[in-house]
């Protein structure tokens, strides 16, 4: 599969109005560099040869790798550093000098296509409900204080959970 073919998803989704472009690597950080660079109803693939992917970064300028604004682009610039294949051929330890620790190091493993960015393919819902439905009609206004205590409850105890996965109520529960 060669950078531009057809995208079959995008045919597909053709009657809505749609157009997606798609970008397929061995890791995250070259599918996404992949896919800005896809026209719309197309698809790009990078090999995973080590070959590939070196020809696929080399020539991009180095604010096309994740991560590097314009600041971060400048600092490489002033030293002739302008293209991911530039970056590449200097030492890790010249771009920590130049950009400090992280970023140097950062920014060498990118410009290698290395990328030790995981994908979690369950992500955190972005809400959380709780129901319940009565059998038949209850006119009882206890019984419902009693069902939408045990809901309460319910949702608290899984928000209290989805805490840790950065889960924010939208409306706090305020109580009195």
């Known amino acids: 599969m060669k950078a531009g073919e057809p995208h079959y998803g995008a045919r597909a989704l053709a ?25 719309p109803g197309r698809r790009t693939v990078i090999e995973g040869s080590p070959e590939a992917i070196t020809a696929f970064l080399r020539p991009r300028p180095v604010s096309e790798l994740p991560g590097v604004g314009a600041k971060t682009a400048a600092t490489p610039a002033e030293y002739g550093l302008d293209t991911v294949g530039d970056v590449a051929d200097v030492p890790q330890f010249t771009l920590q000098r130049l ?46 204080r009693r069902v939408l205590l045990a809901l309460a409850d319910d949702l608290g105890v899984r928000l209290a959970t989805a805490e840790r996965t950065n889960l924010k109520p939208r409306h706090p529960l305020l109580t009195s």
């Open 15 to 39: 009657p809505f109005g749609l157009q997606s472009a798609a970008g397929c690597a061995g890791n995250r950080m070259l599918a996404a560099m992949a896919c800005a660079l896809t026209p």
């Open 99 to 144: 950009l400090g620790a992280r970023a140097g190091r950062t920014l060498h493993e990118h410009a290698h296509g290395r990328d030790t960015t995981g994908v979690d393919p369950t992500p955190a819902p972005a809400s959380l409900s709780t129901e319940h439905r009565f059998a038949l009609d209850d006119p009882d206004p206890a019984a419902h």
